[in-house]
């Protein structure tokens, strides 16, 4: 059977593989051949999943057919990836099928592995546990926090780097300990950290640390959880350093919140595109295949050290389309990309500090605005100012974004 052949095949869906091809739809010539293959048909504003644990949006608010996001002019083929050759230029789709490519951007995204935590398959979305990092049980998120009596004990885990949005898991803490509060409530929060630090960018890991003392939420840091037992309400956690390594502790708990690990998918931790640890193995700056010059990769899957965030996906394309198209006509491609990523730590309701850095932990704020203050006009940005940006502007391919400022002294 003949296979199949594209000049431009684009894997994944997800706030990557959209905003590259719609980037690319808008700089390449007209009649260039572009494919994105997504198996799925709806597309997640992730980093609102946050806002569905806080009982702030629902899910169908942050989703969106994917058919009506693919730019016009790309094909669209519904399956998924089993396989990568990129040695014959080759993706074999879950249908047998197969494709051929001239060039190829791999965006994947990520998978949640459920499995490296003891009996967290079997226990989510019952008993208490929950997880915004699961579509299918963020509401459930919002149902536990509700249900928090006073005295009750609820706890936040923080898995090994790296995974989606490091933010997230004590974006978690803070609003339920802030709900709380409005609530008249005394409750018993408690932030289990694999990481010896709170954030890993020290000038935001300082302010951090306050907010969590304000809240009176408990942390632990060193913490890594390897078992539930949702019938019985227990989490144990091993601790990775410090006094007492490589013991165990256990926990009872009234809520549990899990950021479960993360990894690549099969497809690709399997195949020639993937590093030891199974990344897809991409110079950091130009995001270019480090064995495979036709192979660009970008978003949660590449292994540019960046925190995974939608904001890294939003400078990362733009360098993606500009070096394929570079690639293309024979020129050298640039190093482009900082590493820049954003996350809007929402400290509580109506609070956010917004964290800009770039690699190496350096703070590059976009606003002329202190960054180490919780401000509302944040938390602004977080509940409106973001989704709009990435449903009307990101998506659609528009790249003519403010700066962010690399020139940033940060306070002796």
């Avoid at 926990?251 to 640890?277: G, I």
């Avoid at 976009?366 to 409106?384: G, H, Y």
């Amino acid at each position: 059977m003949a296979k199949a052949h594209h000049q431009v095949v684009i894997v994944g869906a997800g706030a990557a593989g959209i905003t590259t091809a719609a980037s690319l739809r808008r700089r390449a010539p007209g009649n260039l051949d572009i494919a994105i293959v997504e198996p799925s048909e709806k597309h997640l504003y992730q980093p609102a999943l946050t806002l569905v644990g806080a009982g702030l949006m629902s899910l169908k608010q942050i989703e969106r057919r994917v058919d009506s996001l693919i730019p016009s002019g790309v094909k669209r083929i519904r399956a998924a990836v089993s396989a990568f050759a990129p040695e014959q230029n080759t993706v074999t789709l879950s249908n047998g099928e197969a494709l051929t490519y001239d060039w190829l951007i791999v965006c994947t995204g990520i998978q949640l592995d459920l499995d490296k935590v003891e009996g967290l398959a079997a226990a989510l979305g019952k008993n208490g546990v929950c997880s915004n990092y699961s579509p299918e049980h963020a509401a459930y998120t919002w149902r536990c926090v509700r249900d928090l009596k006073p005295g009750a004990k609820a706890l936040f885990t923080q898995p090994p780097l790296p995974f989606k949005c490091p933010g997230a898991p004590q974006k978690a803490a803070y609003l339920t300990a802030d709900h709380l509060r409005r609530r008249g409530i005394v409750g018993d929060v408690h932030y289990y950290v694999h990481a010896p630090v709170i954030f890993g960018v020290p000038f935001f890991a300082k302010e951090l640390l306050k907010v969590a003392a304000r809240h009176g939420i408990n942390t632990h840091f060193q913490h890594n959880l390897v078992a539930i037992d949702g019938a019985k309400k227990i989490a144990t956690f091993e601790v990775v350093g410090g006094e007492g390594q490589g013991q165990r502790v256990s926990a009872p708990f009234d809520m549990l919140h899990v950021s479960p690990p993360q990894r690549p998918l099969a497809c690709v931790r399997e195949s020639l595109l993937a590093n030891a640890a199974g990344w897809v193995d991409v110079n950091q700056n130009t995001l270019q295949h480090v064995r495979y010059p036709n192979v660009f990769s970008l978003g949660d899957v590449c292994s540019s050290p960046n925190s995974k965030t939608a904001a890294a996906v939003r400078k990362q394309a733009p360098v993606v389309v500009r070096n394929l198209l570079k690639a293309m006509a024979g020129a050298p491609v640039a190093p482009e990309y900082d590493g820049y990523a954003s996350c809007p730590l929402t400290t509580a309701y109506g609070k956010a500090i917004l964290a800009e850095f770039v690699f190496g932990g350096k703070v590059t704020p976009t606003l002329p605005l202190s960054p180490a203050r919780e401000r509302w006009v944040n938390w602004w940005i977080k509940l409106t100012g973001l989704p709009i940006l990435y449903w009307h502007y990101m998506l659609r391919g528009f790249e003519a974004f403010p700066r962010h400022n690399t020139a940033f002294k940060e306070p002796s």
